[in-house]
């Protein structure tokens, strides 16, 4: 048993001390009966957040308008909820009002019934009113009542729908997907902050093209992302692309990822062409598409994209570099050693390689550049790809030099022969600067 189980029957136990009935809901039971392991425990219980307040003094009122109460104990903090009849939602958000009520009304206000199931925090009997068992059972993200209330009261859930879709490997109710598409719509009435957190889930699913493919034919992408639709159906020159158009290109490259990639990868590897579309032309002379210029503008878009969605300035940064760089790798194979080694020790390299990897998998499956650095790799690998450098600033101007914007120039053009190994030591460098620059 783990310890936070631990402390969740502790916290359910002091309630049921008090008289009060209480049980673990959501997420939680959820998945114990899918047989993972709960990330968090969320109790629901007839006490009023006032009497939860009492039993645990040092506690967090985090939403006692809504009858949430943060229960800090042995030095983790639960969630404990009163059960509650939600009012009339007229933000598409959070209920005017809330009115304390009995386990069976609680669990009908709830967004999904694999999520509407309760669990005796002790026994370990399932309480259940929503017959999610049945659609855990069924794997069915089914809403719970109305599947249109259900959105209009929380327009996220139509994002959430996706995501236990996705991580779940779940399929959607026919008449839940219906609504989905019916309310799209309301995706736009949600801050792009909450958006952006669903989303984020989506991608780190191993299962992410699926969930990118729900995402776009559900409608929901047209209200935060709506470049993607313009992926389907850009058509790619078949002799580079026998796979399909961009966003089938798109998808197979998110589902060849490796295992645990970085949410800043996910987002390059879905952002990589979405240059495309802007950039396509036809050559009838040679029958030919091309996409010039794509790598750059799709950067522009993609870091205009995320600064939309509320993304960090570091994964901003991350995703733009890997969308502009991502067609160099041809030539790679061409470069002088220094400009390989300079390619090799960018920031985001590794991840850059593993972009290149299935995209060329995804479409012709040559494998030539992405060798050849590994090659390098291995070639390289007994020294640092950059070494300290041989000289300095300083060191320019003990040579007479007139301190001035050319040192960059001097010093990189130096740092070009080290790495190429012509210049090897100190001396050698002041041999070099002098025959270049003092004469």
Known sequence: MSELLNIAQ????????????????????????????????????????????????????????????????????????????????????????????????????????????????????????????????????????????????????????????????????????????????????????????????????????????????????????????????????????????????????????????????????LLHDIGKPATYTYDPSEDRIRFNGHDKVGAEMAESILRRLKYSNKTIEAVFDMVLNHMNFMNVRFMKTAKVKRFMARPHYEEEMELHRVDCASSNGITENYDFLRDKEKEFASEPLIPPALLTGKDLIAQGLQPSPKFTKILESLQTEQLEGKVTSKEEALAWLSEHYLL
């Not at 005796?120 to 049945?134: L, M, Q």
């Not at 309310?183 to 957190?197: D, G, P, T």
């Not at 020159?237 to 158009?245: A, I, K, L, R, Y």
Request: proline fraction near 5%; aromatic fraction near 8%; charge should be negative.
């Open 10 to 269: 502790e916290i359910a136990s002091t309630l049921r001390k008090a008289g009060h009935l209480c049980y673990f809901a959501g997420g939680c039971v959820r998945d114990s009966l899918l047989g993972l392991s709960p990330k968090d425990y969320d109790i629901a219980t007839s006490a009023t957040p006032q009497q939860v307040l009492d039993l645990f003094p040092h506690s967090d009122a985090i939403g006692a308008h809504f009858g949430v109460i943060l229960v800090k104990y042995r030095g983790v903090g639960l969630e404990v909820a009163t059960f509650r009849v939600d009012g009339n939602y007229n933000d598409n958000r959070r209920p005017d009002s809330v009115t304390f009520s009995s386990p069976e009304e609680d669990a009908k206000r709830r967004d999904f019934t694999i999520n509407g199931i309760f669990q005796d925090p002790i026994t370990g009997e399932i309480i259940d009113y929503v017959d999610g068992e049945k659609d855990l059972d069924a794997g069915l993200i089914k809403a719970i009542g109305t599947p249109a209330h259900r959105f209009q009261e929380d327009a996220l859930r139509l994002l959430r729908a996706i995501r236990f879709a996705t991580k779940l490997q779940f399929q959607i109710d026919p008449i839940t997907w219906q609504a989905i598409q019916e309310h799209a719509h309301l995706l736009s009435s949600i801050a792009v902050e909450r958006i952006q957190a669903e989303f984020n889930q989506i991608l780190l699913s191993p299962h992410r093209a699926r969930g990118i493919e729900l995402v776009v034919s559900s409608g929901l992408a047209q209200h935060f992302i709506p470049e993607l639709v313009d992926l389907i159906g850009c058509e790619q020159p078949p002799q580079f692309h026998p796979e399909g158009d961009v966003f089938v290109h798109t998808r197979i490259m998110l589902d060849m990822l490796y295992d645990t990639p970085s949410l800043e990868l996910c987002l390059a590897v």
